[in-house]
């Protein structure tokens, strides 16, 4: 199954992985989002 990670970086948009899964809202998709730029953040900028 194709992640919302695996759209994007297809080039698809927030809008078309919303409509294949209508069962995500747009606010679930976006704390998605929020928490991966935060572990690559970390991963990036290790303590």
């Keep these: 199954m194709r992640t919302l990670l695996d759209y994007l970086e297809a080039g698809d948009s927030l809008e078309v992985f919303l409509d294949h899964f209508p069962s995500v809202s747009r606010e ?10 935060e572990m690559l953040a970390a991963y990036a900028n290790p303590a």
Excluded: G, M, R
């Design 28 to 37: 679930q998709a976006i704390a998605v989002l929020e928490l991966a730029k």
